[in-house]
């Protein structure tokens, strides 16, 4: 028998204003894609905003559909639009705003699993760590030096 252990560490930051300032800006632009976000059925907005090596600033909001799985999420959304026009430019950081309509989100609120796996593509092609930070509606932030951090016993093109 061989153990596996896995050491997973987060900053926590206690709200947005506590943040680096080009950080503060990149939530504040994650924030802003939530409010673009259609959430008819779930009522649950989210937003992301990618930050790329070239400056450019890449935004997502989570798009329902009426045939649920249709749909996306606002990571993938934000990422697959990074990797579908900025092929070759490394992304730097990724930061997660959601909340939803019919209570108060105070807690971060990390991304679901298939964003997780999708993120987590992007930092194995690019060979370089991504920052993630992720928060609710409102109240703290999570920072996470990598996508690997929170996807640890990941599946990756090596096992292919």
Excluded at 58 to 64: A, C, D, I, K
């Amino acid at each position: 028998m061989r153990e596996i252990k896995l050491d997973v560490n987060f900053k926590v930051y206690p709200s947005v204003d506590n943040l680096e300032e080009s950080v503060k800006a990149l939530m504040l632009k994650a924030v802003e894609a939530r409010k673009k976000a259609y959430a008819p059925y779930s009522k649950f907005r989210v937003g992301a905003a990618i930050l790329l090596a070239n400056g450019e600033v890449v935004t997502g909001s989570n798009q329902e559909n009426a045939a649920y799985p249709s749909g996306l999420c606002a990571e993938r959304t934000a990422i697959f639009y990074a990797g579908a026009n900025y092929p070759d430019e490394k992304i730097i950081a990724i930061a997660v705003s959601a909340c939803s309509d019919l209570k108060v989100t105070k807690g971060p609120i990390p991304p679901c699993g298939a964003c997780r796996q999708s993120m987590f593509e992007y930092e194995v092609k690019q060979e370089q760590s991504i920052k993630l930070f992720c928060m609710g509606g409102e109240g703290e932030v999570v920072e996470s030096n990598s996508i690997g951090n929170i996807l640890p016993f990941h599946f990756d093109k090596s096992v292919l």
